[in-house]
Nanobody
Framework: QVQLLESGGGLVQAGGSLRLSCAAS????????MGWFRQAPGKEREFVAA???????????DSVKGRFTISRDNRNNVENTVYLEMTSLKPEDTAVYYC??????????????WGQGTQVTVSS
């Protein structure tokens, strides 16, 4: 089992920046690729970004490419943290952002483990 806890969401003006964090814990959490999805009101959950176990490779959706950066800090086998640096934010980035962990990279449709989500609101 992998436990995921997101933090860092909030309210920001358009053009601003936010950094989300996802703390992963569990016996084999470092063995998983990780990433982010988001879900806006009335819309389906959509893939945002993913990173491999080692952090050597990343993958982004077209809607965030060039604006968002995913990174990873693998402290040890049971604790690691994934970050999502979001810049040039737009009102359409408003959503609940969910961290995930999965054996597969990139998991663009679904994933094995999910966090509880953190709200990001971008005002115009």
């Amino acid at each position: 089992q992998v436990q995921l806890l997101e933090s860092g969401g909030g309210l920001v003006q358009a053009g601003g920046s936010l950094r989300l964090s996802c703390a992963a814990s569990g016996r084999t959490s470092s063995s998983y690729a990780m990433g982010w999805f988001r879900q806006a009101p009335g819309k389906e959950r959509e893939f945002v970004a993913a990173i491999t176990r080692s952090g050597s490779s990343t993958f982004y959706s077209d809607s965030v490419k060039g604006r968002f950066t995913i990174s990873r800090d693998n402290r040890n086998n049971v604790e690691n943290t994934v970050y999502l640096e979001m810049t040039s934010l737009k009102p359409e980035d408003t959503a609940v952002y969910y961290c995930y962990a999965d054996r597969y990279f990139p998991a663009v449709t679904t994933a094995n483990f999910w966090g509880q989500g953190t709200q990001v609101t971008v005002s115009s």
